[in-house]
């Protein structure tokens, strides 16, 4: 099964005073990081002379995958260099697994900024030899340390001079229980490392599946013994008279208060642990989906989800690390049709049906509520106007009292009733549900239409790219709701 890469970024001078001792410094943070995450690593940097080249063959020594991080392509990157300086440094580039060019235009100076402020952003935690005073110009080391630590992101910080090592927020790094043993080995099979992936999305959509019960009905369950609990308690002046119901009554609410408080503390970590399952296996799902198309990196998860860029980068990576051969454009028309648009379409359409008869129920029940204590209320004018100017005391009907406390009983609890299902309404989002369902069929039924026209593999994939961006924003914005619903739990 894989695990997120855990991506390893550097930041550090062209000129290095004590080489060796830099080195050993490097190893060591590597190191340390591998022991706090318990993941395997990825390295992430430029290729300048001096720092990168001394980690760069630190992380090749020991077999990590490595993007090359630079600010312009090869033939302009190399005017920094001698021509022996650039032999070595083309030789590792060679081994890079990918490279990520800035784009071109901005000055020489600004693009160096960008490339660094786009390590950062790239990894995880940034290994930084760093002298400790500012940069000498824009895009210097003091300027990429001083961006990471605005990010709040873990660093290790080994003085380029003294060879003191600082660390900052490395409890931050989120470790893996339990550890992986080693790197993921790299399926040369035809279709890759498709059968890896396959795994880790059944993995997932498993634990998913074994959280989702207690998941689903945690806000319901609280919300609704919150309701039962007022409801006891509003409801017991009306037997003010009956000492003992009275006394039951209470007992009830109390019993119901404790459950409810259980509830939210005993299955919140359900509700944490279903949600992180179903996010990543729905990023594994869209990865599977575009896994045969030539790659490109915006039809691998093309909106960054906050929280989750360690999974979107690894999946990207491990694209790159084990890739298919290549197949036909008919053939990978077919499968994503078959395999992600119908599969797609086929969700939505039974997902939107369900929420739309829940919505109508729900609405129908509300509305009698509300109906029904309005007449309570009607019944209560009648009850005053006749107790004031037609009836006496001694001559009620012998029936009235039980009457008038058993509607008593309903005006105060049916308004209750009626503004819990609209509540549960509100919370389980069932209105934005039906209507976003809808919108989403429409949308992959023009997506039905428009796969098979794909004239090249580069247009089926930025035809992909739209659709699985598409998914994925309305899986986190459901992501999203579902999250806030339960901080927002009573």
């Known amino acids: 099964m894989l695990h997120p890469w855990l991506f390893v970024g550097f930041t550090g001078h062209r000129?290095?005073?004590?080489?060796?001792?830099?080195?050993?410094?490097?190893?060591?943070?590597?190191?340390?990081?591998?022991?706090?995450?318990?993941?395997?690593?990825?390295?992430?940097?430029?290729?300048?002379?001096?720092?990168?080249?001394?980690?760069?063959?630190?992380?090749?020594?020991?077999?990590?995958?490595?993007?090359?991080?630079?600010?312009?392509?090869?033939?302009?990157?190399?005017?920094?260099?001698?021509?022996v300086e650039w032999a070595h440094a083309e030789k590792l580039l060679d081994d890079a697994v990918q490279e990520k060019i800035e784009p071109p235009g901005a000055p020489r100076n600004q693009a160096f900024l960008a490339c660094g402020v786009r390590t950062v952003e790239s990894c995880d935690v940034l290994i930084a030899l760093w002298n400790g005073e500012a940069a000498a110009g824009v895009g210097g080391t003091a300027d990429i340390v001083a961006y990471a630590r605005a990010q709040q992101k873990p660093l290790i910080w080994i003085n380029s001079q003294s060879g003191l090592v600082t660390e900052e927020r490395l409890d931050k790094i989120v470790a893996?229980?339990?550890?992986?043993?080693?790197?993921?080995?790299?399926?040369?099979?035809?279709?890759?490392?498709?059968?890896?992936?396959?795994?880790?999305?059944?993995?997932?959509?498993?634990?998913?599946?074994?959280?989702?019960?207690?998941?689903?009905?945690?806000?319901?369950?609280?919300?609704?013994?919150?309701?039962?609990?007022?409801?006891?308690?509003?409801?017991?002046?009306?037997?003010?008279?009956?000492?003992?119901?009275?006394?039951?009554?209470?007992?009830?609410k109390v019993i119901i208060l404790f459950r409810a408080d259980y509830i939210q503390r005993r299955h919140s970590g359900h509700?944490?642990?279903?949600?992180?399952?179903?996010?990543?296996?729905?990023?594994?799902?869209?990865?599977?989906?575009?896994?045969?198309?030539?790659?490109?990196?915006?039809?691998?998860?093309?909106l960054p989800v906050p929280h989750y860029d360690d999974w979107q980068r690894s999946l990207r990576l491990w694209r790159i690390l084990a890739p298919p051969r290549p197949r036909d454009l008919a053939t990978d028309q077919q499968d994503y049709l078959q395999n992600r648009i119908q599969h797609q379409l086929n969700h939505f359409e039974s997902k939107g049906n369900e929420a739309r008869d829940i919505l109508l129920q729900k609405r129908r029940w509300a509305k009698f509520c509300t109906r029904a204590a309005l007449a309570?209320?009607?019944?209560?004018?009648?009850?005053?106007?006749?107790?004031?100017?037609?009836?006496?005391?001694?001559?009620?009907?012998?029936?009235?009292?039980?009457?008038?406390?058993?509607?008593?009983?309903?005006s105060l609890i049916l308004p209750v009733i009626s503004a819990g299902i609209l509540h549960l309404v509100i919370a389980q989002d069932y209105s934005r549900r039906v209507s976003r369902n809808q919108r989403m069929v429409a949308y992959l039924h023009w997506a039905q239409a428009r796969i098979p026209l794909a004239a090249s593999p580069a247009d089926l994939r930025l035809a992909a790219g739209e659709v699985e961006s598409m998914l994925l924003l309305e899986f986190f914005e459901w992501y999203t709701s579902t999250n806030l619903a339960k901080e927002l739990r009573p």
Request: glycine share 6%; hydrophobic share 50%; charged share 15%.
């Open 176 to 252: 893996l229980s339990p550890p992986a043993t080693s790197q993921p080995v790299v399926d040369d099979s035809p279709d890759g490392g498709l059968a890896l992936l396959r795994e880790t999305l059944a993995y997932h959509d498993q634990l998913a599946m074994q959280h989702a019960p207690k998941a689903r009905g945690f806000l319901t369950r609280a919300v609704v013994l919150q309701l039962v609990a007022t409801a006891f308690g509003l409801v017991s002046p009306v037997f003010h008279v009956i000492f003992a119901v009275v006394i039951v009554l209470l007992f009830i």
């Open 15 to 83: 000129k290095v005073d004590d080489v060796a001792g830099s080195a050993s410094a490097i190893r060591a943070a590597l190191e340390k990081v591998r022991t706090l995450g318990g993941r395997p690593l990825a390295a992430v940097s430029s290729a300048a002379t001096g720092g990168d080249t001394l980690f760069i063959e630190a992380a090749r020594s020991q077999n990590l995958p490595w993007t090359a991080m630079l600010p312009f392509p090869r033939e302009d990157f190399r005017k920094d260099f001698s021509a």
């Open 376 to 410: 309570c209320g009607i019944f209560g004018l009648v009850e005053a106007v006749l107790n004031k100017w037609v009836w006496s005391e001694n001559n009620l009907p012998t029936w009235f009292p039980h009457l008038n406390m058993g509607v008593t009983f309903l």
């Open 271 to 302: 509700h944490d642990q279903w949600l992180h399952a179903r996010m990543v296996a729905e990023l594994c799902r869209s990865a599977l989906a575009t896994w045969h198309m030539p790659y490109p990196e915006f039809a691998q998860q093309p």
